[in-house]
């Protein structure tokens, strides 16, 4: 039986890049027009047990988690992401609502596996819904926006960066589709008026999820200081139970000059400038900001950081 919907929809103004938008309420969480038709099909979507989800904010190292979680559950076949892309080898669901990267690819594998399938039921959702093997589904969306029974069903991991350098990211990514200015970043990411919402929203969500036995938070910052060490973590989390020279193949895989040298480990873009991957640094906003707007993040982020929880990572 399908659960009903705990959210509802609110019209918000057009934003250049997406057109008309929605506030899904609660949450205020700023999302394009295709999602509400889609919405009951994500919260109602069924897992199964050999599942990984990674649920992100963007721009927090979710391409290299990606990346990183399909390399460790597919050790056999890793050189396919050389020449495949990660696209053809992860459900980023989103796609259906967002970025409609290649829909003609889509549309063919659809129309192949379900020749009476409906474009407007959301192509990789329905392709992802028709995958016979081990699915790894990525979305974007907050955790009250997904299945409540998913961390039941599944593997979840979602990782999580400093809240200045997902800004900075979020304001470089924009700039390769087109003029953008800091400011105009900053201040909806600091207002949480930004495409998915609220930053604090979507860690607080995953947060307060944080000792189910599926959960799995990364931090993107522990990633770029000891790889081999949060590998694993996760090795020991998804059972994968990969060898330590296995691991170590995964981690050269997935290194920042590997991935940056093969497009395929990018998400495919439209009208997008320049290589997906921007410099992969910790600290990458420093500098990078006036002296008044880096003393505002940092008083922003203590005191929302204070209140997830006196021992979440940004709190120090």
């Not at 920042?256 to 009208?271: G, L, Q």
Request: with cysteine; hydrophobic share 40%; aromatic share 12%.
């Amino acid at each position: 039986m399908s659960m009903e919907l705990p959210f509802t929809f609110e019209e918000a103004e057009d934003f250049p890049k997406y057109g008309k938008l929605f506030l899904v309420k609660p949450g205020d969480t700023l999302l394009p027009i295709g999602y509400e038709s889609l919405a009951n099909t994500f919260y109602n979507f069924e897992y199964s047990r050999d599942d990984v989800c990674l649920f992100t904010f963007p721009k927090s190292g979710s391409v290299w988690t990606a990346e990183i979680v399909w390399a460790m559950t597919h050790i056999e076949e890793m050189e396919r992401a050389l020449t495949d892309s990660l696209n053809n080898r992860v459900f980023f669901v989103d796609n259906d609502f967002m970025h409609r990267f290649k829909e003609d690819n889509y549309r063919e594998k659809l129309k192949k596996l379900s020749p009476n399938a409906k474009e407007e039921d959301g192509l990789v959702l329905q392709l992802a819904a028709l995958e016979k093997g081990r699915r790894l589904i990525w979305s974007h969306l907050a955790f009250n926006l997904q299945n409540p029974d998913v961390l039941d069903k599944c593997k979840v991991v979602t990782v999580m960066r400093h809240p200045k350098d997902n800004m900075f990211s979020r304001y470089v990514h924009f700039n390769k589709f087109g003029e953008a200015s800091l400011e105009v970043v900053a201040e909806t990411f600091l207002s949480g008026a930004a495409i998915y919402g609220s930053y604090w929203h979507h860690v607080n969500e995953a947060w307060k999820r944080r000792n189910h036995p599926n959960m799995h938070i990364l931090y993107y910052e522990d990633m770029k200081a000891d790889i081999m060490s949060e590998l694993r973590k996760m090795n020991e989390f998804l059972g994968t139970k990969l060898t330590e020279d296995q691991l170590k193949k995964v981690a050269q895989h997935t290194s920042f000059e590997n991935m940056k040298a093969h497009p395929t480990m990018a998400p495919d873009s439209v009208s997008f400038k320049g290589s997906f991957f921007n410099t992969g640094l910790i600290g990458s906003s420093k500098g990078k900001l006036s002296p008044e707007l880096d003393a505002r993040m940092d008083a922003w982020v203590k005191e929302n950081a204070s209140k997830v929880d006196p021992s979440f990572k940004y709190c120090v």
